[in-house]
């Protein structure tokens, strides 16, 4: 076909003047030809008149991003032809000389070869063999087709068979395109020798300042259901080599291909997030920094970066790709309250992370970039979950980790996603208990820092919660609150049961509705009213009162005299009578006759911590301290006398040690720590706690806590303050081996004179009678609190 562009035929006559030194003058011309090009536009750019600046602006600018496409044909060491490549333009190669390329040589097909540009958009040509008989060889292997690049020389036959010509492909940089080459160079060279910098200061520093990991608090009863608050609380398996091959593939391939052996630090990306705000452009080892360390935070700005690419290089020095690898498949977000790929793969597929297939771990690498947004249980669009596992496959196949039929067979493989992965969550978590473990962490028996961001965490613990009477508890108050109690005007309450033998807490619940409001009422500051009368009682019994002994009616101080019907013709009533009665007179003379420091002594020995001061008004209740407080001094009653080491911890495993929980049964001994036992004390004498025992059961059989007889053998004592504020009840089963306290009232101390301990005291009914046909406990008839009393 005609050209307007015919080439250039060079003679033999004119070989020797094409040397090797026609490389260097081109190259030397073209850089001149681009100093040219730049100083146009800074000419057009401040010289000449305003009104003519713009067209020389174009024109400059227009020369500054030009680039011209060449093909040359050599045979040996003289250039046939030469010719100029237009876009869109389709030559052929051969010796007939109606090719647009013709080489007379007897070594080529009449047609050898076509060069073309596909598509029109594209920069350079392709050269395709056009089934010639000696066919097209690059780099000495024979090819079909290829993609030309600057400098590419593609040799026209075998070169088993001769000297043959060869087409060497000429597209240069245009000016513009150098410099930002340069420049990305520049900035390569620079950021490898800043984080070079950085590794190598940060090793001659004394290395990393990361010594341990830390991570989350693992709650769990001892049938070992998970029953911490936050259902994301992280599971890892053992090893990295637990996690399947193709899964630490998919995520190499899919978050960060140079992974393997870059120096953690995208610092390109991190640059580019912050300047376009999108928190992204994080190489794996940077979000590990993230998931590990929440002083890194999680905004957008430049500042969060910094300190992300700090953690990250320390992360670098200390620990090895494994382990980093290993931190990330630990620990990463994977929507829909998921942390780790261990929980993804249970709550996705139900299996573990061990199982999963090529397509089932691509399917969870590709929800890593919006876990929630790309989740299938989140989008209208049913094909979601399969195009990112797609997507990721593809990534996967791209970098050499499935070969072409792995890639079929992986796209046809279906997710089979488990329904209930949609539904509603069914995890199910006791937030108020899993607070106060995590204060008796803390506290002195433990001694733990879980604040700390280096060591704070990552720890498996046993508890002693009982997880069906804790979802009774639960139930039975919740229902309580929103029927018999809400007609009253209470709002809240709060819930503590436990083995008054062992000091086991068995059901623990700190108020309503954890959602709504987290502030435990188990350990909050309350008026025990009448309740606190247990110590009044107990000073008297050890100073000799006796249950039988007669006490006088008549009005004491401001306190009015005995006013449910006790008392005789005499006007006095027994010490028994007046404590079922709850009599606060009888209390109050009482209280003289032992010593009012007696009283508060006798409460600090049995663990009331709160400030007692000695006036009637503690004696009636009318000072504030803890529903736990009361609930382990009812308990060393029901003790025999002996101190009860209240608990919600059994055993606690450290995970940096154990590693996962998968491998507990084989942790090593450094690993596990059994709380040591308290030893036991009698607190006050067996007779007096069996006294005690007496008046307690009295309360339930005659008194005011008759709404607690639905349990056979309910012992207990109920408390009202002023005007219903605070109403509670505090009681245990002896063959249950089982104390409860409750409280009801309201947190903005709004009065409630309908409710009274005796309403509190139905509740514990109700729910103590649920626990026992719960736990299948035989519960003592009326001969056992005979024999109690």
Same mark, same amino acid.
């Given at each position: ?27 030397t ?34 020369h ?32 007939d ?5 013709p080489?007379?040589?007897p ?43 600057h ?11 001769g ?20 420049a ?35 709650i ?14 992280a599971t ?5 080599q ?6 630490r593939?998919?995520?190499v ?15 390109f ?6 300047l376009?705000g ?14 590990y ?64 297939d ?18 299938p ?16 496959l593809?990534?996967?196949h ?13 796209e ?44 704070g ?14 979802? !009774? +508890? #639960?139930?039975?108050?919740? @229902?309580?609150?929103?029927?018999? *109690?809400? &007609?009253a =005007? ?7 049961s ?33 309740a ?17 002994d ?20 005499d ?18 003379? !009482? +209280? #003289?006759?032992?010593?009012? @420091?007696?009283?508060?002594?006798? *409460?600090? &020995?049995? =663990? ?5 001061d ?48 998968y ?45 607690? +007889?639905?349990?056979?053998?309910? @012992? ?17 089963s ?56």
């Open positions: 076909m005609p050209s307007s562009d015919p080439g250039v035929q060079v003679s033999s006559d004119t070989a020797a003047a094409v040397s090797c030194t026609a490389a260097a003058d081109r190259r011309a073209a850089a001149e030809s681009r100093r040219r090009r730049w100083r146009a536009l800074w000419i057009a750019c401040s010289r000449g008149p305003w009104a003519q600046r713009p067209g020389a602006l174009g024109s400059a600018w227009r500054l991003v030009a680039r011209q496409a060449r093909a040359e044909l050599w045979q040996g060491d003289r250039l046939v032809l030469a010719r100029s490549l237009e876009p869109g333009q389709r030559l052929r190669i051969g010796r000389p109606a090719c647009e390329l080489v007379a040589d070594s080529l097909s009449r047609v050898h070869a076509i060069l073309e540009q596909e598509r029109l958009g594209d920069r350079d040509f392709c050269l395709e063999d056009f089934n010639s008989a000696n066919g097209l060889f690059h780099r000495d292997r024979r090819i079909r087709a290829i993609r030309l690049r400098g590419d020389v593609v040799q026209l036959g075998s070169p088993l068979k000297e043959a010509p060869r087409l060497r492909y000429l597209h240069p940089r245009s000016a513009l395109e150098q410099v930002v080459h340069l990305g160079l520049a900035a390569l060279l620079g950021s490898g020798l800043l984080v070079g910098g950085l590794l190598a200061a940060a090793s001659v520093g004394g290395g990393s300042r990361i010594r341990s990991i830390a991570g989350p608090v693992k769990f009863a001892a049938s070992g259901e998970q029953v911490d608050a936050r259902e994301g609380s890892a398996l053992p090893s990295l637990d996690y399947p091959l193709h899964l593939q998919a995520l391939a899919s978050e960060e291909s140079r992974f393997g052996w870059n120096s953690g630090l995208d610092l990306g991190t640059l580019r997030s912050a376009v999108s928190g992204g452009g994080s190489g794996l080892t940077q979000q590990v920094a993230r998931l360390y929440p002083a890194v935070g999680t905004d957008v700005s430049l500042a969060r970066k910094l300190r992300e690419l700090w953690v990250a290089l320390q992360l670098e020095v200390g620990y090895s790709k494994n382990r980093i690898l290993k931190m990330y498949l630990d620990r990463a977000h994977l929507g829909l309250g998921t942390d780790g790929f261990e929980q993804a793969s249970q709550l996705y597929f139900r299996r573990s992370a061990r199982d999963l090529v397509g089932q771990a691509a399917f969870l690498v590709g929800l890593l970039p919006s876990p929630n947004g790309y989740s249980c989140n989008r209208d669009d049913p094909t979601a979950g399969r195009e990112r596992r797609n997507l990721v593809k990534l996967m791209e970098q050499g980790y499935l070969s072409d039929q792995g890639l079929i067979d992986a046809r493989r279906p997710l089979n996603i488990d329904p209930s992965a949609c539904r509603a969550s069914t995890f199910t978590s006791y937030p108020f208990f899993s607070d106060y473990v995590l204060g008796e962490l803390e506290g002195t028996r433990f001694g733990l820092n879980l604040s700390e961001q280096e060591s965490g990552n720890y498996s613990v046993v508890s002693t919660i009982d997880p069906r009477l804790q979802a !009774l +508890a #639960q139930q039975q108050l919740q @229902r309580f609150l929103e029927g018999p *109690a809400a &007609r =005007g209470l709002t809240q309450g709060a819930l503590i436990l083995n008054f033998e062992s000091g086991d807490i068995l059901a623990y619940v700190g108020g309503g509705d954890y959602g709504r409001s987290s502030f435990d009422r188990v350990q909050a500051m309350r008026q025990p009213g009448s606190f009368k247990l110590f009044t009682f107990l000073a008297a019994l050890a100073h000799g009162v006796s249950p039988d007669r006490i006088s009616c008549a009005p004491l101080s401001y306190v009015a005299g005995c006013r449910h019907g006790a008392g005789s013709a006007g006095t009533t027994s010490v028994a009578d007046g404590f079922a009665a709850s009599e606060n007179v009888v209390a109050l003379r !009482l +209280a #003289q006759r032992a010593g009012l @420091r007696q009283v508060v002594d006798q *409460a600090r &020995r049995l =663990g009331i911590s709160t400030p007692l000695l006036d009637f008004n503690t004696i009636l209740g009318g000072r504030e301290t803890l529903l736990y407080e009361l609930a382990r001094a009812y308990a060393v009653v029901a003790n025999g006398g002996q101190s009860v080491p209240m608990h919600g911890v059994s055993r606690i495993y450290d995970l940096g040690i154990c590693q996962s929980i491998s507990l049964a084989t942790c090593p001994a450094r690993g596990v720590t059994v709380p040591v036992g308290e030893t036991p004390r009698q607190l006050i004498p067996p007779e007096q706690a069996q006294q005690m025992d007496t008046l307690l059961a009295a309360v339930v059989q005659r008194g005011t806590g008759k709404a607690a +007889a639905l349990v056979a053998d309910a @012992r207990g004592k109920t408390g009202t303050t002023n005007n219903g504020v605070d109403v509670l009840f505090v009681g245990y002896p063959s249950l081996k089982m104390l409860t306290a409750i409280w009801m009232g309201n947190d903005d101390n709004k009065p409630a004179e309908a409710a009274s301990g005796a309403l509190v005291a139905e509740l514990w009914g109700r729910y103590m009678t649920a626990a026992v046909n719960l736990l299948g406990e035989p519960a003592a008839g009326p001969a056992a609190i005979g024999q109690s009393g």
